[in-house]
């Protein structure tokens, strides 16, 4: 009912005048209170606003394609509108005083404009805040290699790679070279110099951003999102001449991180991709983000794949099914697999039982460790 308290006045007033910036304002401003990750504009329904994972619709009169129209027309600049035209789609980032920066993810529906809009983080949250485990912030001091953030979309996978450009920032006298679509979050300089070069703003895309990336003498290089061979390719090169570098791939777990790098090239490369990745590759850190047992937000199941001598033995002799088990047995060289974690939150009280089970890789495992049936299989 709060929610719907906060936002009904200004429904009301986007009916009557059109959406507009300062009713968007007051619309992300209830957002912020409510602690919402994301909001919501479709044609034909109110408002709505993710809120502990879940979508909250809110009372009130509908959004028309007028109003919608509205919003697009004063959001998207002219290069934004081009590339609107020509795919169809287009993603940005804005900041709104008292609002903070917010991502606006922009598609067609019947030949209207929608909006998908991410809340940014306004602050950088220590790793106990986000419930990362330790090894991440020691991953940050490195000084060279690869290390991965995978995991499905809207599980802090940004939000991640984020407080670990804001540790080496803290710790290090190094530049930070961050390619992003779009920036989330902006740096200020501290110990580091921070360079953030938003694709279709400062750069025309990942690929041709990195081709050049290394002429700016960085030491980290951060890359939004590897997305395609090439930015995969020009990423293992970097971090096998002494660059760290830090990205996110759309992928479940360490295991499928893995074979999704070997899929990406054609048979031809497949040995000399296999041989730069097992030489290379630091960790990965794989993410889910999973409704808390009390109701009251969600917390973060994080698996860690470290590469030591033995990973890096399995990449080479291409035996990526065995990294689960190096996983499993790899707990003094600080390495977890998801069921490992999901067991543990579980036992802490912190998750159900129905989410550790729907969640793992392997239900037997929780089942014989709790001493309790597989809801799955009933």
């Given at each position: 009912m709060a929610v719907r308290a906060v936002v009904g006045s200004v429904l009301a007033a986007v009916t009557k005048r059109g959406t507009s910036m300062w009713t968007l304002e007051r619309i992300?401003?209830?957002a912020r209170t409510?602690?919402?990750s994301d909001v919501h504009l479709v044609r034909g329904i109110a408002p709505a606003l993710r809120i502990n994972g879940e979508?909250?619709?809110i009372e009130g009169p509908a959004l028309d394609a007028e109003d919608l129209q509205a919003?697009?027309?004063?959001?998207?600049?002219d290069k934004l509108k081009q590339q609107f035209e020509d795919e169809w789609q287009a993603c940005f980032s804005r900041h709104m005083p008292g609002v903070g920066r917010f991502r606006i993810s922009v598609y067609l529906r019947a030949g209207c404009p929608e909006f998908s809009i991410r809340l940014c983080e306004t602050v950088i949250r220590t790793a106990e805040e986000l419930g990362l485990p330790a090894v991440i912030e020691e991953l940050t001091r490195l000084p060279g290699g690869l290390i991965l953030v995978t995991g499905?979309?809207?599980q802090g996978k940004t939000t991640t790679l984020n407080f670990m450009v804001n540790a080496i920032n803290e710790d290090r006298r190094a530049k930070i070279v961050a390619i992003e679509d779009p920036v989330e979050f902006a740096h200020e300089n501290q110990r580091s110099i921070v360079i953030q070069e938003e694709v279709l703003s400062d750069v025309r895309s990942f690929r041709s951003a990195l081709r050049h990336v290394l002429r700016q003498d960085p030491d980290v290089i951060v890359i939004g999102e590897m997305r395609d061979l090439e930015t995969i390719e020009t990423a293992?090169?970097?971090?096998?001449?002494?660059h760290l570098v830090i990205a996110t791939l759309h992928t479940p777990d360490a295991v499928q991180t893995v074979q999704r790098i070997f899929s990406v090239f054609p048979a031809e490369q497949q040995n000399s991709i296999i041989t730069q990745l097992a030489n290379s590759l630091q960790a990965i850190i794989a993410q889910k983000l999973l409704p808390r047992a009390s109701g009251q937000g969600r917390v973060l199941a994080c698996e860690v794949?470290?590469?030591?001598h033995a990973i890096r033995n399995r990449i080479r002799e291409q035996e990526v099914h065995m990294l689960y088990t190096d996983m499993q047995t790899g707990r003094k060289m600080k390495m977890q697999t998801m069921d490992q974690v999901l067991l543990e939150l579980y036992q802490r009280g912190e998750i159900t039982y129905d989410v550790a089970i729907s969640n793992a890789r392997e239900a037997g495992f929780i089942r014989h460790k709790t001493g309790e049936p597989d809801l799955r299989a009933s």
């Amino acid at each position: 009912m709060a929610v719907r308290a906060v936002v009904g006045s200004v429904l009301a007033a986007v009916t009557k005048r059109g959406t507009s910036m300062w009713t968007l304002e007051r619309i992300l401003k209830g957002a912020r209170t409510h602690h919402a990750s994301d909001v919501h504009l479709v044609r034909g329904i109110a408002p709505a606003l993710r809120i502990n994972g879940e979508i909250r619709p809110i009372e009130g009169p509908a959004l028309d394609a007028e109003d919608l129209q509205a919003l697009f027309d004063s959001l998207l600049n002219d290069k934004l509108k081009q590339q609107f035209e020509d795919e169809w789609q287009a993603c940005f980032s804005r900041h709104m005083p008292g609002v903070g920066r917010f991502r606006i993810s922009v598609y067609l529906r019947a030949g209207c404009p929608e909006f998908s809009i991410r809340l940014c983080e306004t602050v950088i949250r220590t790793a106990e805040e986000l419930g990362l485990p330790a090894v991440i912030e020691e991953l940050t001091r490195l000084p060279g290699g690869l290390i991965l953030v995978t995991g499905p979309t809207g599980q802090g996978k940004t939000t991640t790679l984020n407080f670990m450009v804001n540790a080496i920032n803290e710790d290090r006298r190094a530049k930070i070279v961050a390619i992003e679509d779009p920036v989330e979050f902006a740096h200020e300089n501290q110990r580091s110099i921070v360079i953030q070069e938003e694709v279709l703003s400062d750069v025309r895309s990942f690929r041709s951003a990195l081709r050049h990336v290394l002429r700016q003498d960085p030491d980290v290089i951060v890359i939004g999102e590897m997305r395609d061979l090439e930015t995969i390719e020009t990423a293992l090169m970097a971090a096998e001449t002494g660059h760290l570098v830090i990205a996110t791939l759309h992928t479940p777990d360490a295991v499928q991180t893995v074979q999704r790098i070997f899929s990406v090239f054609p048979a031809e490369q497949q040995n000399s991709i296999i041989t730069q990745l097992a030489n290379s590759l630091q960790a990965i850190i794989a993410q889910k983000l999973l409704p808390r047992a009390s109701g009251q937000g969600r917390v973060l199941a994080c698996e860690v794949c470290i590469a030591t001598h033995a990973i890096r033995n399995r990449i080479r002799e291409q035996e990526v099914h065995m990294l689960y088990t190096d996983m499993q047995t790899g707990r003094k060289m600080k390495m977890q697999t998801m069921d490992q974690v999901l067991l543990e939150l579980y036992q802490r009280g912190e998750i159900t039982y129905d989410v550790a089970i729907s969640n793992a890789r392997e239900a037997g495992f929780i089942r014989h460790k709790t001493g309790e049936p597989d809801l799955r299989a009933s």
